[in-house]
Structures are given as structure tokens and as C-alpha cells.
């Protein structure tokens, strides 16, 4: 979500919902990577194909076999123990039929799992659609799976979901409503991370939008944490950690948490954005990062990272084609060995606003000051949801979609492929870069609010380097027009 629009529109335009099933076989299906490492599809089959729920009016479009928006966790004790959550059969008017994990114990083989957030799934949560997936694992390899209930015509609720897995992401247990609203609050965007170094610790973080009463000059949205201690069996009660009420039409999105292990130190990074009296335009948008030093129960004042200069994401030859990205969403990570704090985020910086790079900043003093943005994907071409970690060696790893093989004129298809960048120590001026996808028609790609891939992708170190899940189309193709992807890269 790019910019405000009335409480309706935005359970609309922010339900990018993902539906899951049941346990599943699923022999690991290899395509070569242009370096010749494995990608290995991780979405087989449509576990709900047969669900006849969700739709919205005459107008709502399924797109059938579309996996979208995935992330990934790989076990810190194990890293061929890897789950990966997907949006399954994606809506045109918000979400999806719901949620989908995917799991391994060789890093190779991946079976199916469906997760319990929608009423598609079996078992599952009293929800018409569900988005936004999340994942992560603890320490003592506890699989914590966030994500988001919404209801459209039944009820107007919005809910934020959590279960857990104590067997690498088989069966999940635990599904929790953390919390839920009716209109005019609308919940959005959540993530959830799970404590390196706290064992039974999470946290889900979230915005909560109050359009109370609806119309111009009446927006909030702060946002809201739940946390749980006992390894997901029980969740506190949703409460605020970021306000927004001191400025007018000002709301957060984006929250991710990342914990420094060296001090147990955490940080919330999210955008920030006040919009006009009408709400019509944004005035004003930074990124900003706030700590807790007491595992999330009391936080500091905000301090600004970086201007958000992100502008609309369009195909360059046909700018009235609406692409769907990760524009106000940022991707921050933590060097485990020596705490220097990252984050990547589409901005304009370096094209005079013409088009969204992938930008990096950084803070080597625990987020008390911010450098100036680097430019990371190459000049004069357009980038896209940007994913960074940082292995134990101190590289620093980027994935990001681009257009670089998108030829002048060429109006009916857009050519796009999935980029790793790494940094030596956080070293730009040592910046070495691969395409690790096929080159891929975004156009084929479910339409929903723009050609959607996912607001997200997802990339974590995994002991011996990096592993990314990406979302590639398929061409000519309308009852499978998306897969989810994972390899496992090395860093220099």
C-alpha cells in the first residue's frame, strides 16, 4: 500500500492473502539457475482447488494455482531444516484461499503442509481469505507462522493468526487469533519473529488503521505488538508500541523486528507516512527504527533511517501497467558478529524520482545515526522488492527482481529476473552480483492492485551462505501462472 485510500479500499488493496492444506508428498522438481545451483520449486499441486469460499461479488477473479509472497526460516541448528509460507490461489480484490508451508529436513526434498489461517484449509481459522505469511524458527527449533484472517461478506474483520510447528513445519498447533477488529480498524501488513536467543520468545508486529469516523482527516495507525513466552502456546495482548496520534493522518506499515544476539538488543524497522487533510496525497514519508533493550516490553522514541522516495512501480514501457511490489515496505537485517544494522528499501534517490533501485543504509552505533542510501541495483534500471541478510561472516546479501532484459517498445511483455548482490563486510566498492532466476514474464503474474509477485520475497542465512525464496511466472499458463522457488547460494 502506496497510499491511503478509504478503510474498504484498503482491506482491499492490503488482503495479498495466501490459503494453505493439508499435509502432502511432494518430489522436489529442480530447474537449472543461471550459475547451474539448483532451484528448487517448493509449491506443488493446489491444496485448495475445491474451496468455493471467498468470493467477494460477481467481480472477484481466483487466479486457481497461483503461489505468491513467500518467506522463509531455516532451522539455527540445522540449516537443511527449511519452511517456507506462500499465499495460495491469490484474489484480484484482496487476498488469497489462504496459506501454504512447505517443508524439508535435506534442503531438497520439500512436502506440503496447509496452515490453519483460512476456512479453505483443514481445520482451519474462521476466516474467508487470508495473506500476508510469515515464518520463523527459535533456537530449540520451535516454527512460529504468522499471517492475516479477513472476512469480506460475512463480516468486515480483520485478524492477525499464529500457530506453531514442533516438527519443522509437518503439523502446526497452537493457531491463535492474537487479534481481530471490525471496520472502520483494519489490521496490516504483519510480521513475526522469532528470539535467537530467547528460547519460547516471538513477537508479531503489525499497523492497526483506525478510519473512526470514516472519511478525510480521521486516520491512525500505529502500530501494535503481541509477543509470547511460552513458545506460542499463549499470546499477550495486542497493545500499541508506535504512535502515530501526535500527527495528524499519519499512519506506520511495515514493521519487522530483528534482534542483535550479542546484546539480546531489538529493532523495529517501519515506514512512516502523513498524508494531506483529504487524504488524497502522501506529504510526508521516512523510514524509521525503534529498540527495546528488555525483549520488547518497553520501546524508545523513533529515530529516522532514510527518506521514502519510493515512487509507483510501473512497467517502464507502459507506465499505465500497474506492477505490485514492496515500495514502503523495508527489509533490514543485523550483522551477527559486530551488530552493524542494515536495511534495504526501494527509493528514487538515484534516478531523480523517475524510478524505484534498491537502496541500502546502515548504522554501525545500535541505530542512533543512519548513513547516507548506497545504490546497490545497477544504474538506469528499474528494481524491485529487495530481501538482505547477513551471513556469520559479515557479507551482506541482496535479492531483488529487475528489468534489465526489458527491451525499448516492448509493451506486451515485461522480462524479469531475480538478482543476489553481496557485499564483502558491508563493502559496496566489493559489490558482486548473479542472476540466480530464469528471465520471466511479470505480465503473467495475477493481477491484484498491480501484477502481483508479492509485496515481499524472502532471504535468510542459512550457515554456510544465503537461501532465497522467489516467486517466478509461467507463461501461457492461466490455471498455473506462478511457483515458489528456494536455492541455497554461497557467499563470497
Not at 169 to 180: A, F, I, K, P, S
Not at 245 to 257: A, C, E, K, R, S
Not at 325 to 332: E, F, G, W
Not at 458 to 477: I, M, P, Q
Request: proline share 9%; hydrophobic share 35%.
Amino acid at each position: 500500500m502506496r497510499a491511503f485510500l478509504p478503510l474498504t479500499a484498503v482491506a482491499t488493496a492490503a488482503l495479498l492473502l495466501v490459503t494453505v492444506t493439508g499435509a502432502t508428498p511432494a518430489a522436489a522438481d529442480r530447474s537449472p539457475a543461471p550459475d547451474g545451483s539448483p532451484l528448487i520449486r517448493v509449491s506443488h499441486g493446489d491444496p485448495y482447488a475445491d474451496c468455493t469460499i471467498g468470493a467477494r461479488s460477481p467481480d472477484s477473479v481466483v487466479y486457481p494455482g497461483t503461489e505468491v509472497e513467500p518467506y522463509l526460516s531455516v532451522d539455527p541448528r540445522d540449516p537443511k531444516r527449511v519452511v517456507t509460507v506462500f499465499q495460495q490461489d491469490r484474489w484480484n480484490d484482496g487476498a488469497a484461499r489462504g496459506l501454504v508451508a512447505s517443508w524439508t529436513t535435506d534442503g531438497r526434498t520439500f512436502r506440503r503442509s496447509t496452515l490453519p489461517f483460512s476456512l479453505c484449509a483443514p481445520g482451519g481459522a474462521d476466516f474467508e481469505r487470508a495473506s500476508d505469511p510469515w515464518v520463523s524458527t527459535g533456537p530449540d527449533g520451535t516454527v512460529y507462522a504468522g499471517g492475516e484472517g479477513v472476512d469480506f461478506t460475512r463480516s468486515t474483520r480483520s485478524a492477525l493468526l499464529a500457530a506453531t510447528s514442533r516438527d519443522g513445519g509437518r503439523t502446526w498447533q497452537n493457531l491463535t487469533t492474537t487479534h481481530v477488529d471490525e471496520e472502520p480498524f483494519f489490521n496490516d501488513k504483519p510480521s513475526l519473529t522469532a528470539d535467537p536467543i530467547r528460547k519460547g520468545t516471538a513477537y508479531q508486529v503489525w499497523n492497526r488503521l483506525d478510519n473512526d469516523p470514516p472519511g478525510p482527516s480521521s486516520l491512525d495507525g500505529p502500530g501494535y505488538i503481541s509477543l509470547t513466552r511460552d513458545g506460542g502456546r499463549t499470546w499477550s495482548e495486542a497493545r500499541p508500541f508506535v504512535d502515530t496520534g501526535t500527527v495528524p493522518n499519519t499512519q506506520t506499515i511495515g514493521h519487522v523486528i530483528v534482534v542483535d544476539r550479542r546484546t539480546g538488543t531489538l529493532y523495529d524497522f517501519f515506514d512512516r507516512i502523513t498524508y494531506s487533510d483529504d487524504l488524497s496525497t502522501v506529504t510526508e514519508a521516512h523510514y524509521a527504527v525503534v529498540t527495546s533493550t528488555d525483549a520488547g516490553e518497553t520501546w524508545s522514541a523513533p529515530t529516522t533511517v532514510a527518506r521514502d522516495t519510493s515512487v509507483p512501480e510501473v512497467d517502464p514501457n507502459d507506465p499505465t501497467k500497474l506492477l505490485r511490489a514492496a515500495a514502503t515496505l523495508p527489509s533490514p537485517a543485523v550483522d551477527p558478529k559486530t551488530g552493524t544494522l542494515y536495511m534495504a528499501y526501494e527509493g528514487s534517490d538515484f534516478t531523480g524520482g523517475s524510478f524505484d533501485s534498491v537502496q541500502l543504509v546502515r548504522s554501525t552505533d545500535g541505530g542512533r545515526t543512519w548513513g547516507s542510501p548506497e545504490l546497490i541495483s545497477p544504474p538506469d534500471v528499474p528494481a524491485f522488492s529487495p530481501s538482505i541478510a547477513v551471513d556469520e561472516r559479515g557479507t551482506v546479501a541482496l535479492t531483488y527482481y529487475d528489468l534489465r532484459f526489458v527491451e525499448p517498445g516492448d509493451t506486451t511483455t515485461l522480462p524479469t529476473a531475480y538478482q543476489l548482490a553481496t557485499l564483502p563486510h558491508g563493502d559496496a566498492r566489493l559489490r558482486s552480483e548473479r542472476r540466480i532466476s530464469r528471465v520471466f514474464d511479470w505480465l503473467q503474474a495475477p493481477f491484484a492492485g498491480g501484477y502481483f509477485l508479492g509485496d515481499y520475497q524472502g532471504l535468510v542465512a542459512d550457515g554456510k551462505g544465503v537461501r532465497a525464496v522467489l516467486t517466478e511466472t509461467h507463461s501461457d499458463a492461466p490455471q498455473n501462472r506462478t511457483d515458489v522457488y528456494t536455492t541455497s547460494l554461497p557467499t563470497p
